[in-house]
């Protein structure tokens, strides 16, 4: 099957600091990948959508100014949290679109483990 | 309203119980949907997908779509302790990339 990987898994920062997520599609070549956000005991929320080589696509209410999402490659997109606050903190979770193993949609979303963000 | 609603439980049942796990929707461009389990600090994995209406079946779980109450619900038989996760729902519409997700429901099931 398709493997999605995020690293780092867990990361503690301080207030005012950026932290770089990476999510690799390990297996596929994925020109389309999402990052999520999920708070405890809440849903995943769609934070912006990613294509290789273009500007992503930010949900309503995202600021793209603080979460920096690149796309440099097939198997890489990335999301730099700047000047990270502690309401930042939070389970951030990418997925790859792969685009061979759906039926009737254009692809298939497979998640990342997750990373979880605490700022301190 | 949010378009999808979800129970977020927990549910609590023994081995070997069937499991009703259960979401409504509101928007009706949803056209599919699906079923993901996400166990603790993990990203949730794909377990089902359903178009429109109908069930969908696969091993131990059956997926049900009933679009004329916006209803869908996932049945495990035999449920197991292995099964303890949560549980999310999501939807889409025809040509979009966005899921929208349930808030899930944790389940878990003791020997």
């Known amino acids: 099957g398709a493997v999605v990987s995020q690293h780092p898994s867990w990361v503690i920062c301080k207030s005012g600091t950026s932290v770089k997520i990476e999510c690799r599609s390990l297996d596929f070549q994925a020109t389309t990948m999402f990052w999520y956000r999920q708070f405890p005991k809440q849903s995943l929320m769609l934070m912006a959508t990613s294509n290789e080589g273009s500007k992503a696509t930010y949900e309503q209410g995202v600021e793209k100014d603080k979460f920096l999402i690149n796309h440099a490659s097939l198997t890489l997109s990335t999301l730099t949290v700047t000047s990270a606050h502690p309401e930042d903190s939070s389970f951030y979770i990418c997925s790859a679109a792969h685009p061979l193993l759906a039926e009737f949609v254009s692809y298939e979303q497979y998640f990342g483990p997750g990373t979880r963000l605490t700022v301190t | 309203q949010k378009e999808v609603e979800q129970d977020p439980g927990p549910l609590s049942v023994p081995e070997g119980a069937i499991v009703s796990l259960n979401c409504t929707y509101s928007n009706s461009a949803f056209q599919y949907f699906m079923w993901y389990r996400q166990y603790s600090r993990k990203g949730p994995e794909l377990l089902m997908y359903?178009?429109?209406?109908g069930n969908k079946e696969d091993g131990r779980f059956t997926a049900q779509v009933d679009k004329s109450s916006k209803y869908i619900s996932l049945f495990i038989r035999d449920s197991q302790p292995s099964d303890s996760a949560t549980y999310l729902c999501a939807s889409s519409s025809y040509n979009t990339d966005k899921l929208i997700f349930g808030t899930g429901t944790r389940l878990q099931v003791f020997p």
């Open positions: 359903t178009y429109s209406s």
